[in-house]
């Protein structure tokens, strides 16, 4: 019988601003995990930040420096601390994964001979005037790899109709973002976990739960759902509305929520959470997850976790939460921005049955948005690219 080849080593560099939170930074870590679980040899280089604590544990090896800059000296300083890095520890591929670094990476992996790879994070708009432009020249360098992974269709569409010039021939891959499906399981989740966080939150079993987990900023749309709750709350008195996410020092806009929750005297129906560390027990502790973006979201992760914990999503009808769900089929879609809709649709959501869209949710989940699928995908990426520079 003849013994199967084995596949070599990759030793991948991926370079990202910073490592304090964001599905960014939690991806890049994510995936030098998993590269490492597999018997690759993962290198992160950034400013640092609280998660490097994860990367030394694992014992990964990070560069710190200031990727964060968008200063062009700092970039090209940060040219030559790249160039040496790929050289002194034989690094295979560099996989950028936004903007200022993506223009060092780029150039330090021509410099070094190694192939370039980047993630299209986001839509990082640009207006049609002079700076509008220079902002566009800006961004395409994140669509100047040998392959560019889009994170959803719709940025994939956005790729296509605004830096088509920039693509190599065949560069550009979608590889949909993907969630921990051992994590983000209802069955893995105990009731005490629950129970712990509902009387966090001062909650009762006579409650109806509202989550409506991500960064307080205003594009966000926690005003809007605050706007809906007013309609609900006269008919509905047991209802009560949980934000889960830090205002990340925009404090005036916290304090405008504050404020709009007093006027509407909705003290006793709305609670905010600046952080919690057991995400899988809140979304179980809830009975609906709302995303109120009102501006395209990427991709929308808060969306594929609550569907795997088999929870009932509302999301805003625009950019790639749009497309995830397949509207009455596996979730609820509201006009963004429009709290008269939201309303409606919370409503529709409490007062009906939703178990069939949960579980074409959950399945749809599993097919198509693991994590692990998602690194299968990443890794396949770099063995063809560096398969074909070879």
Known sequence: MQEQKKHPRLRILQVLPALQSGGVERG?????????KKGHVPFVASKGGDLCRILDEKKIKHFSFDLASKNPLVILKNVFRLKDIIKAYKI????????APAWSAYFAAQAAGVPFVTTFHGTYNFEKTFLGRFKKAYNSVMAGGERVIAIS????DHVLANYAKSLKPKALTLINRGVDLKEFSREAVSTKRIQDLRTQ?????????????????????????????????????CLVCVFIGSDQGRHAYR???????????????????????????????????????TEPEAFGRVIIEAQAMEVPVIASNLGAPARIIEKNKTGLLHKAGDHEDLAAQIRQALETDCS?????????????????????KTIAVYECVLKRDR
């Not at 909650?203 to 609900?232: C, D």
């Not at 198509?368 to 998602?374: A, K, V």
């Open 28 to 36: 890049t870590i994510d995936l030098a995990s998993f590269l490492l």
């Open 92 to 99: 295979d591929l560099v996989h950028a994964r936004s903007r």
């Open 153 to 156: 269709q719709f940025i994939q």
């Open 201 to 237: 939150w001062g909650l009762t079993k006579e409650h109806k739960v509202i989550l409506v987990p991500g960064r307080l900023t205003r594009w966000k749309g926690q005003g809007v759902v605050l706007k809906a709750l007013e309609i609900l709350i006269p008919q509905k008195a």
């Open 255 to 293: 304090q405008e929520l504050d404020e709009q929750v007093q006027k509407a005297s909705l003290e006793n129906n709305v609670r905010f959470v600046d952080h919690v560390d057991d995400m899988p027990a809140a979304y179980c502790a809830g009975d609906l997850v709302i995303h109120a973006s």
């Open 356 to 376: 069939p869209f949960i579980k074409k949710a959950l399945t749809r989940v599993q097919e198509n948005y693991s994590d692990r699928l998602m690194f299968e």
